[in-house]
């Protein structure tokens, strides 16, 4: 048995390694609507979860017809949709 579940956060590199919490906020708010364009798009549907204050996409394969290229279909997604809504943001602190 492996591991179906896996959650995650897209960060844009601008955020890498910040852990203040005006950036906690702002991820959170950033993969709330990443999740909800990548649902809009309709080819993955992930869920969502919260684990210590962070809002995380929670994708979990747990259908045995599960292939590498649907996984990647998800990573193709989140970075799409990520990078449209973290252009659509004003703030560049």
Do not use: M
Not at 6 to 31: A, K, S
Not at 42 to 52: D, F, I, L, N, Q
């Amino acid at each position: 048995v492996t591991l179906s579940i896996c959650c995650f956060r897209y960060v844009p590199p601008e955020l890498q390694g910040r852990t203040d919490h005006e950036v906690g906020d702002i991820l959170n708010d950033l993969n709330r609507t990443i999740l909800r364009l990548v649902r809009a798009r309709g080819r993955c549907v992930p869920s969502a979860t919260t684990v210590r204050g962070a809002f995380a996409i929670r994708p979990c394969y747990i259908n045995p017809r599960t292939t590498l290229a649907d996984v990647d279909a998800l990573v193709d997604e989140v970075e799409t949709c990520g990078a449209q809504a973290w252009a659509s943001l004003s703030w560049r602190g």
